[in-house]
Each structure stands twice: as C-alpha cells, then as structure tokens.
C-alpha cells in the first residue's frame, strides 16, 4: 500500500524554537507538497517540489521554507515558530501530473506553538 | 486561473437520508475534479475523480458526483447518508497535464441519528 508518512502526529513548540516537519513517501513520485489547514479556510499551499533541490513558493510561504535533498523526503521548516503557525500541516505527494490521479496525503502534523 | 466554491462550509442531514454536497468551479481550460474526505485528525483520502469520459463518476463508500460543464458544477451525492459518514469533504480542481490541485474551503458533514 502506497504511503506518505509523516513524523509527527502532534507536536507543541515554543516561540521562536526552529521546528523542522519531516515527510516521507515511498511512491517514488516527483511531486510533493506542504499544505496547512485551519477552520473555514481549506488547503493552503506553503511550498511544493517538483525534484529533488527544486522549490517553488505556493501561496503562504511567509515564515516557513523547505529542503529536499532526496526524493523520497521533503521536510518543512519553521525558522523561528510563532503563536499564528499554530495549524494542521498536511504532506502530499504526486507524479508529475497530479492531475491524471490526484494527490496521496499523509496522516498530518497538528502543531501547536505557545 | 483555477478555482472552486463550495457552498455550505456546514450540512447537516438524517441518517438515511440523502447527502448533497455543492462545488462550483472555475476553470478556462477543461477541468479535472476530484473530491477528497477527511475523517477527524487523519489526512484527505481520495473519494472520487473526474477526467474525461463518463460524466456521472462513481467513488468508495457510495459516493457519486456528476460534472456538469454548463453549470460549472461537481456536486457531490449519496442515496442515504451512515453516521460513518461524517467527515469534512474538499473539492478540488486541476487540469490535463496539471502538477498541482485548487482546493474548496471544505463542508463538513454533519450525520443525525
């Protein structure tokens, strides 16, 4: 069964601690993606990485960056973590056209900062 | 640009009655949808896509959604609703050769008993 697999469940943090999320997927897919999630407003894209070393800002990449240095993991980091990043943080993966099947998500991250 | 609307971020309906869940898109190329569900503190788990070809798409757990092009819409739609089926459901939409989806705000669904 196909898997993205990411490290932590939950996860409290201090302000200004740099908090790194790990993501794993054994697809061997090109495509990867960190999302957020809080009430009332969906999906939002951080970063995605369409090959290892290749980034691309999505629409809220304020506060956060990213590295892939292999394909199969993708991390995001919080360089100094804050109260407002407080959130459920979504990993995903896809071949190169997402499109023709959609996207494998992992379980999520539920980060709190206090 | 893409985008998509659902209306109602909350639905509530009876156990055994039927489930209606609304998304509108945009989209100035033809569209790929999908719709995903999302059980309390888990991930999104794909319920159903649309491509090209057969317009009514039949997914898991007996689910269904129809594109219709003149309305712009891919709602989603189940016979008669199971307690198990509460959850937060997301449309979304992307694209032939697309690499990345546009997701909906998200409806949670609400089951009666």
């Known amino acids: 069964d196909v898997k993205v697999t990411q490290s932590s469940r939950y996860l409290v943090k201090r302000t200004g601690e740099k908090v790194f999320l790990e993501c794993v997927q054994d697809?061997?897919?090109?495509?990867m993606f960190w999302y957020r999630q809080d009430p009332g407003l969906g999906l939002r894209l951080i970063y995605f990485s369409y090959d290892v070393k290749m980034k691309e800002k999505g629409d809220i990449p304020e506060g956060y960056s990213v590295s892939r240095e292999k394909k199969e993991r993708f991390s995001l980091i919080l360089e100094s973590a804050s109260t407002n990043q407080t959130s459920m943080y979504l990993c995903a993966s896809s071949p190169p056209r997402a499109a023709d099947n959609g996207y494998t998500f992992g379980s999520g991250t539920r980060l709190t900062v206090v | 640009a893409q985008s998509v609307t659902q209306l109602g971020s909350h639905v509530s309906v009876s156990e055994g009655a039927l489930v209606l869940l609304r998304c509108n898109y945009s989209s100035s190329v033809p569209p790929y949808l999908f719709w995903y569900v999302q059980y309390p503190n888990q991930g999104l788990q794909l319920l159903l896509k649309y491509t090209t070809g057969a317009t009514l798409v039949k997914g898991i757990n007996g689910f269904e959604a129809e594109f219709k092009k003149s309305e712009t819409s891919f709602h989603l739609t189940k016979p008669s609703a199971h307690m198990s089926d509460a959850a937060e459901y997301f449309c979304?939409?992307?694209?032939?050769?697309?690499?990345?989806?546009?997701f909906g705000a998200g409806t949670i669904l609400r089951v009666k008993s």
């Open positions: 979304a939409v992307s694209f032939q050769y697309g690499n990345k989806l546009v």
């Open positions: 697809m061997d897919h090109e495509n």
